[in-house]
């Protein structure tokens, strides 16, 4: 089969799954987010402590979105994602949404059913990855403790 054939073979589900999306759910990830997407600028991020988990959708290198299921912990105001690698994983190639977002950080977030552009920038402060992983710890009190150098903590910035 051709490759032109494959594409219009291809074309019809891709429309399909961007108007319907296809969310991830728990492990499995998904593709495009659907909600009711937020502008304005969000100064206190507090208001997600309620939430468990969210989802990101990051840009992948052809095209078509991937998103994934993750915790988040506001901390001083400021949103912050985590993302835990086993022992033997390597940053960021052992997990496609770190892969993406380290090579482009535009990235939407989706809490509740609102969809938040963002950016996420890895953070590299050891005082601020320690107090976000506190934070992180207080909400999550249930999940195991973890060392530090296994976690990669992204701060979400306006997209």
């Known amino acids: 089969m051709s490759q032109a054939r494959r594409w219009q073979r291809l074309l019809p589900w891709l ?12 492990r499995r990830p998904g593709l495009w987010l659907r909600g009711t997407r937020v502008t304005a600028p969000v100064s206190d ?11 990101v959708q990051t840009r992948t290198w052809y095209g078509v979105p991937h998103s994934v299921t993750t915790v988040c912990v506001a901390h001083e105001g400021r949103l912050y994602l985590t993302s835990t690698y086993p022992p033997d994983a390597r940053f960021p190639d052992d997990r496609a949404w770190n892969r993406n977002v380290v090579r482009d950080p535009r990235v939407r977030l989706k809490i509740g059913e609102r969809l938040f552009d963002a950016r996420l920038a890895l953070v590299t402060d050891p005082a601020e990855k320690s107090a976000v992983l506190a934070a992180k710890a207080a909400k999550y009190a ?16 306006p997209g």
């Not at 429309?15 to 728990?26: D, F, N, S």
């Not at 991020?45 to 989802?55: G, P, V």
């Not at 973890?146 to 910035?157: G, K, L, M, P």
């Open 15 to 26: 429309v399909t799954l961007a108007c319907v999306g296809l969310e991830p759910r728990e």
């Open 142 to 157: 249930r999940l195991p403790v973890v060392d530090e150098a296994r976690v990669h903590v992204f701060r979400v910035a």
């Open 45 to 55: 991020w507090s208001f997600t402590d309620r939430y468990q988990r969210i989802f």
